[in-house]
């Protein structure tokens, strides 16, 4: 006997799901036959969702937005979710009934995704949307296998961390204030852009700066050098104040400091790589940065030509 979906009971060779009406639960009979029944759970299941067939992939995705991507992900990346999700998912297969998108479908959608005008890195990400939707649905019953191939999602090339060089640090500090004093306060914390927005000069205790609102949801504490602990210590209110933000921030430092690709996220990766070049341990940069997998901290251990070099003639040299 097929495991039954779930919602879907079966009482003397008859099936039968639940479903609730006016704040009341009621039990409804499906039949006797398995497909059949299926078939009228999934169909009680889309019943009130929008679209122009209660069946379709443009019908569902309303409903996983609303209740799991509503739940399961920050307010920002469900914003984003949804936006991927009606410009290419809805685009490309929104009128096709669910239970008949199957594994060549999504090959095909990837082939498609790749002609658009978007990086390989956001491909990824639209494909794993789609492959989270497609589970979803298997989950909630509206369809009885996910059809979501093996290896959909293409491989990302492994990039060295965007950073700055020493050159271009001292071009972007160089710029007047209060761009400066951004800059060298993401260059000593390492913080994101959300974090050193909503960061307060009472969020400073005993030399330590603790970050409120992160991306993981946990509370996180990061030392700060003595000098830019004084630096802080001597400031009012929100310690960063950008009329603007992020965008106004890029547009002024590139045009002010001459580094044409500077973007705020930089200052992040050069403060990790600065970290471990200086022969910061590995962990305490994945505690400072809040990452939840030591694997994503581990791409800034990718050490540099010239460091690799200099450990080399160290090593060969004592080995003489």
Same mark, same amino acid.
């Given at each position: 006997?097929?495991?039954?979906?779930?919602?879907?009971?079966?009482?003397?060779?008859?099936?039968?799901?639940?479903?609730?009406?006016?704040?009341?639960?009621?039990?409804?009979?499906?039949?006797?036959?398995?497909?059949?029944?299926?078939?009228?759970?999934?169909?009680?299941?889309?019943?009130?969702?929008?679209?122009?067939?209660?069946?379709?992939?443009?019908?569902?995705?309303?409903?996983?937005?609303?209740?799991?991507? +509503?739940?399961?992900? @920050?307010?920002?990346? +469900?914003?984003?979710?949804?936006?991927?999700?009606?410009?290419?998912?809805?685009?490309?297969?929104?009128?096709?009934?669910?239970?008949?998108?199957?594994?060549?479908?999504?090959?095909?959608?990837?082939?498609?995704?790749?002609?658009?005008?978007?990086?390989?890195?956001?491909? +990824?990400?639209?494909?794993?949307?789609?492959?989270?939707?497609?589970?979803?649905?298997?989950?909630?019953?509206?369809?009885?296998? @996910?059809?979501?191939?093996?290896?959909?999602?293409?491989?990302?090339?492994?990039?060295?961390?965007?950073?700055?060089?020493?050159?271009?640090?001292?071009?972007?500090?160089?710029?007047?204030?209060?761009? +400066?004093?951004?800059?060298?306060?993401?260059?000593?914390?390492? $913080?994101?852009?959300?974090?050193?927005?909503?960061?307060?000069?009472?969020?400073?205790?005993?030399?330590?700066?603790?970050?409120?609102?992160?991306?993981?949801?946990?509370?996180?504490?990061?030392?700060?050098?003595?000098? $830019?602990?004084?630096?802080?210590?001597?400031?009012?209110?929100?310690?960063?104040?950008?009329?603007?933000?992020?965008?106004?921030?890029?547009?002024?430092?590139?045009?002010?400091?001459?580094? @044409?690709?500077?973007?705020?996220?930089?200052?992040?990766?050069?403060?990790?790589?600065?970290?471990?070049?200086?022969?910061?341990?590995?962990?305490?940069?994945?505690?400072?940065?809040?990452?939840?997998?030591?694997?994503?901290?581990?791409?800034?251990?990718?050490?540099?030509?010239?460091?690799?070099?200099?450990?080399?003639?160290?090593?060969?040299?004592?080995?003489?």
């Amino acid at each position: 006997m097929p495991k039954l979906p779930k919602g879907m009971f079966q009482r003397g060779g008859v099936y039968y799901c639940r479903v609730t009406e006016g704040g009341k639960r009621r039990w409804v009979r499906l039949g006797g036959e398995y497909e059949g029944a299926c078939r009228e759970l999934r169909k009680i299941r889309l019943n009130g969702d929008a679209g122009p067939s209660p069946a379709t992939v443009q019908a569902a995705v309303p409903r996983w937005l609303r209740t799991y991507c +509503a739940t399961a992900r @920050s307010p920002l990346f +469900a914003k984003t979710t949804a936006y991927r999700a009606d410009h290419y998912l809805i685009a490309y297969m929104g009128q096709k009934p669910l239970n008949r998108v199957k594994k060549d479908h999504l090959r095909a959608y990837r082939l498609w995704l790749e002609t658009q005008s978007i990086s390989a890195q956001t491909v +990824a990400h639209v494909l794993a949307d789609a492959r989270c939707f497609f589970y979803w649905c298997e989950e909630e019953g509206l369809i009885d296998r @996910s059809p979501v191939p093996r290896r959909l999602l293409p491989k990302i090339q492994q990039r060295p961390p965007d950073r700055l060089s020493d050159e271009e640090v001292e071009a972007v500090l160089s710029v007047p204030e209060p761009y +400066a004093w951004v800059a060298r306060l993401a260059l000593g914390t390492g $913080l994101r852009w959300g974090e050193l927005a909503r960061v307060q000069r009472t969020d400073f205790q005993d030399g330590t700066l603790i970050v409120h609102q992160t991306k993981s949801g946990k509370l996180r504490r990061v030392p700060l050098a003595p000098a $830019l602990a004084a630096e802080v210590q001597s400031r009012i209110g929100k310690l960063v104040a950008v009329e603007g933000g992020a965008v106004a921030f890029r547009r002024i430092v590139r045009k002010l400091s001459g580094v @044409s690709h500077f973007h705020p996220h930089q200052l992040r990766h050069t403060f990790a790589c600065r970290w471990l070049e200086r022969g910061g341990n590995l962990s305490a940069l994945q505690e400072i940065l809040g990452h939840a997998s030591v694997t994503t901290t581990q791409r800034y251990a990718r050490l540099s030509d010239e460091m690799v070099k200099r450990e080399a003639e160290r090593v060969y040299g004592g080995g003489r």
